[in-house]
């Protein structure tokens, strides 16, 4: 028998029952449209952290205080006040695998401006943080030196701050907006940068001088954290090692003791991010996935049924001449044409929901050609894999019983 | 005279239900020649159905030797036996045995797409042939729940016809038709016989058999009587004598 014959023998069988094909190849249908678009949500976080990373720049490195190893509570005030200016001039001085170095102090309280007030979270910071966060000004100016040296009262805001205090067509810069009851001058305004990796909007907030807000906000002579970067991408591991060691000989910490200080890099955090998403990949496709095998039973359970109703077919088919053979191609053909054209049209409904995702709930979606693959192919397998049984069923029929079943 | 179509020669079979071995057949000698019109009767359980199947080539008798058109099937392999079936054999059941939500025409396309020789082009044309032959042109794009009994019994003497077979096998073919459609359909197969086709047909009412050349009468596993009708019945004439209400020839 030739595959053309045989092809057409499986397709009549199949659209002699139209409706009841359709149902079968619902489940691989839902099942493989469930693969593709959790997939792309689970592809979509993970490119967006990478977006994230490549955007900030994987040569971020912060240094907070407090050791964070695990094993017991460690955190004293104290430690969280342990780091100082010094530090900071100290990895300026003789980190060379540094190229910017920043003090961080932040204070979270209401901005305000004219009738208008919002919550937000304003950040002392030197003029090197914009070029280490990656921050650009879209218009205005950075504080210079002279300002951070006269705890001089001004700011730079974030695309959010402006959104929530200022008119559509007023210019922020040169106004003066208050922080507590504090006011400062905007100078600056950030460009968009949009939400990060994990839903935080990162145009919420409002730079000012370190020292303006030490002095006059949070009264501290310590800070809070430090955010370098590294000379380059290459060097991150060198840079990380210079701050290790800079800052234990500044802390003076004995070589038996542990740090009183923690360095982490941007690619490490997206390191780890990164093996988060791609758990949660696992997983969602792994649910998916599940829905798939459900999807292959019931083209067996079809199949199965399938074959006991058209006994009398087989048997006839047997008298006028097909081979067993034939029976068990033609039953295999029918269950792998069901689950592959429910599989296409699974990945069209998958590629269609992925959009919806993106969409309705602007969840970044990326659906990969490899999943698309890798769905068709499972379908095939299910088809064939799960066509067996029955098929054989069908071609060990004795056309003598078979034609005469009622 | 050439060789019998078929030939027959001490044909047994047993079946083993359980422990007990039932005799089916318990030595059968037959010969059929070319143009023949024979049938073959007996009560429930007398061993005419499985004659049926092994003259059918769809179960090999347990001895005894059995020539269809000069090949010995006893030897063949289980796919060497559908292809005899599929190019020499044409089958007609009781209960039509229609594919069903499947126009007539493909149904009697079927046993041509076992046939790799055959174009679709061929297929068709054969086809379409087949049911001229049987007077169902006008029929060939119905389906099967569109027709009558008789129609449907047609489409698949259609069926047997469509691969030019050497034997037609009829299995109790009128059984499910009342008496003016079974008439037809008599009329219909002693047209193809006298067109030259070889037909044996099952059946357990003298009356049908009256219309064939020739019957065998089995009994118990055993042929127990063969008659010779020097003059058959002949179907379209006793149609013509019946008050006819509606004529479907």
Partial sequence: MNYSNLLKIS???????????????????IGVASVIAMLAIGQGSKQSIQDEMSEMGTNMIFIMPGDDRPGGVRMSSSELQSMKLTDVEAIKNECSAVS????????????????????????????????????????GRNFTEREIKTYAKVCVIGRTIVE????????????????????????????????????????????APYTTIQKRILSITYIQSIFASAASEDLNT??????????????????????????????????????????????LGAIAGISLLVGGIGIMNIMYVSVTERT????????????????????????????????????????????????ILSWPVVVTPASIIFAFLVCSVIGIFFGWYPARKAAGLNPIDALRYE | MSQPVISIKGIKKDFKVGEITVHALRGIDLEVEEGEFIAIMGASGSGKSTMLNVLGCLDQPTSGSYWLDGVEIGSLSKNELARLRNQKLGFVFQSYNLLPRTTALENVELPLYYNNKI??????????????????ADRMHHMPNQMSGGQQQRVAIARALV???????????????????????????????????????????????????????????????????????????????????????
């Fill in chain 2, 119 to 136: 174009t679709s082009k061929d297929r068709r044309e054969k086809a379409i042939e087949a049911l001229h032959a049987v007077g169902l």
């Fill in chain 1, 164 to 207: 929530n205090l200022f008119d559509e067509n007023e210019n922020p810069v040169g106004q003066t907006i208050r922080f507590g009851s504090i006011p400062f001058k905007v100078i600056g305004v950030l460009t968009e940068k949009g939400e990060n990796g994990m839903g935080q909007d990162q145009d919420d907030l409002i730079l």
């Fill in chain 1, 312 to 359: 009398r077919e087989i048997g006839l088919r047997l008298a006028i001449g097909g081979r067993e053979s034939d029976i068990m191609t033609q039953f295999l053909v029918e269950s792998f044409l069901l689950s592959v054209v429910g599989g296409v049209i699974g990945i069209l409904l998958g590629l269609v929901s992925s959009q919806a995702i993106t969409s």
């Fill in chain 1, 100 to 139: 910017s170095v920043s003090p961080v102090v932040n204070s979270n309280g209401q901005a305000v401006f004219g009738n208008k007030n919002w919550p937000s979270n304003i950040y002392g910071v030197n003029n090197q943080y914009l070029e280490i966060r990656k921050y650009q000004l879209a218009s």
């Fill in chain 2, 163 to 249: 691969n030019d077979p050497r034997v037609i096998l009829a299995d109790e073919a009128t059984g499910n038709l009342d008496t003016r459609t079974s008439y037809e359909i008599m009329a219909l197969l002693q047209y193809l016989n006298e067109k030259g086709k070889t037909i044996i047909f099952v059946t357990h009412e003298h009356e049908i058999a009256r219309f064939m050349n020739r019957s065998v009468q089995f009994k118990d596993g055993l042929v127990a009587r063969k008659d010779n009708f020097e003059k058959r019945f002949l179907a379209a004439e006793l149609l013509a004598m019946m008050p006819s209400n509606q004529n479907l020839i």
């Fill in chain 1, 11 to 29: 397709m009549n069988a199949i659209l002699r029952n139209t409706f009841r094909a359709f149902l079968t190849m619902l489940g691989i249908i």
């Fill in chain 1, 238 to 283: 060198l840079a990380i090692e210079q701050i290790t060691e800079t800052l234990r000989q500044t802390h003076n910490i004995k070589s038996t003791s542990e740090d009183d200080f923690s360095v982490r890099s941007q690619s490490e955090m997206v390191q780890t991010f990164t093996a988060i998403s791609d758990i949660m990949t696992a997983l």
